[in-house]
């Protein structure tokens, strides 16, 4: 079973993390799943869902509504989670959405919280770092802390969904991002149509 590790911060979005983590289950990956005290106040702000404070309650909840898979849910000060030593690294991780904060802390290696810790591992250990960024318009301070993530290896993948297949509902495009993700995952997915198998 594959590993993937998925935090949700900050950053409004919470539909693709949320998203993402029911098609990572459903595909039978083993997910860590990590939630930022900002990312809680914005799912309750965007979907009306006050998670409870309690992980096993929590991750109770998880799993009634997204099956399959295998999760297990880390709060911010888990030191001892195994996502904090290269040694317990995830075969690649996501962070969607991903703040601003989030981002800068990653590409200077703060490592604060572990998320940020996670990040770090994530690169020093050469494993997949996906970004989804969701901010509009990118300071320069923005682009330069995501240059600074590529360049040390980090994908960029901003939550910017397309529109050549025609999306009729909201769902469709968060689908758009989170098939894009999945893709650089290397997770089989039938979302979205590919380029050249669009209806006219």
């Given at each position: ?5 998925l935090?949700?911060?900050g950053?409004?979005g919470?539909?693709?993390?949320l998203?993402?983590?029911a098609?990572?289950?459903?595909a039978?990956?083993?997910?860590s ?6 990312a809680?106040?914005?799912?309750k ?6 998670l409870?404070?309690?992980?096993a309650?929590l ?11 295998q ?14 030593s290269?040694?317990g ?11 601003m ?7 200077h ?12 591992v ?20 923005h682009l330069?802390?995501?240059t600074?993530?590529?360049?040390a ?9 397309g529109?050549y297949a025609r ?7 968060i689908?758009?991002?989170?098939a ?7 997770v089989a ?9 669009l209806?006219?």
């Amino acid at each position: 079973m594959k590993h993937v590790a998925l935090a949700l911060t900050g950053a409004s979005g919470a539909a693709y993390g949320l998203r993402l983590l029911a098609a990572l289950l459903a595909a039978e990956y083993r997910v860590s799943l990590m939630l930022s005290q900002a990312a809680r106040i914005v799912l309750k702000q965007e979907t009306d869902w006050a998670l409870p404070v309690d992980t096993a309650t929590l991750t109770a909840e998880l799993t009634a509504r997204y099956p399959g898979g295998q999760l297990a849910l880390y709060g911010e000060k888990e030191w001892f989670s195994p996502l904090a030593s290269g040694s317990g690294a995830a075969d690649a991780m996501v962070i969607c959405p991903c703040s601003m904060g989030t981002l800068a802390a990653v590409a200077h290696g703060l490592s604060d919280n572990l998320i940020e810790r996670a990040a770090d591992v994530t690169l020093k250990e050469r494993r997949p770092l996906i970004l989804v960024p969701r901010e509009t318009p990118f300071s320069l301070i923005h682009l330069r802390n995501m240059t600074q993530l590529a360049e040390a290896g980090a994908v960029i993948l901003p939550a910017n969904p397309g529109f050549y297949a025609r999306p009729e509902r909201v769902e469709d495009l968060i689908d758009f991002v989170v098939a894009r993700i999945l893709d650089q995952l290397g997770v089989a997915q039938t979302m979205i149509p590919r380029w050249g198998n669009l209806k006219g």
